[in-house]
């Protein structure tokens, strides 16, 4: 984790705002999120780091804190696409592996409609990304 990188906003804060917005305002703010991830090391972007399933090529890496919380760097060569992996990742970053493990992050999400938003070709993947977030949480707290 990058000592100098801001906090992620929460998943509370972001739907504050999203649901203010709309239409296209949602689509900026989705990648705004985007942006605002902290950087992924282009040597992180491995076959072995690459979700199946989704349409644009995303990437997730996870590390382990000193303390035990997980902490993920990801990325995807789609500006929307990156968003969406920021508002996957404000659910459980930071968060310990069991936690992790067990969030139902789809539910977390639920309020923002994704669904709803987005094409089906940008949101495929999502259960995908989800997955391999809590199975290698599972892994971790296993450990």
């Keep these: 984790m990058r000592l100098d990188a801001a906090p992620?906003?929460?998943?509370?804060?972001i739907f504050e705002e999203y649901d203010f917005l709309e239409g296209d305002e949602r689509y900026r703010l989705l990648?705004?999120?985007g942006r605002e991830l902290e950087p992924m090391p282009e040597a992180l972007k491995t076959d072995a780091t690459l979700v199946r399933g989704c349409s644009a090529s995303v990437w997730v890496y996870p590390t382990r804190l000193a303390d035990g919380r997980l902490?993920?760097?990801?990325?995807?060569?789609?500006?929307?696409t990156k968003g969406?992996?920021?508002l996957v990742l404000a659910a459980v970053q930071d968060r310990p592996a069991g936690e992790v493990?067990?969030?139902?992050i789809t539910?977390?999400?639920q309020p923002f409609e994704l669904s709803r938003q987005l094409s089906?070709?940008?949101?495929?993947g999502v259960p995908?990304?989800?997955?391999?977030?809590?199975e290698t949480a599972a892994r971790y707290a296993a450990d």
């Design 8 to 13: 992620m906003r929460t998943l509370p804060d």
């Design 31 to 33: 990648i705004e999120l």
């Design 71 to 80: 902490h993920f760097l990801a990325d995807s060569n789609a500006a929307i």
């Design 84 to 86: 969406i992996v920021a």
């Design 101 to 104: 493990a067990d969030c139902d």
């Design 107 to 109: 539910a977390a999400l």
């Design 120 to 124: 089906s070709n940008r949101t495929q």
């Design 128 to 134: 995908n990304m989800i997955a391999l977030i809590r």
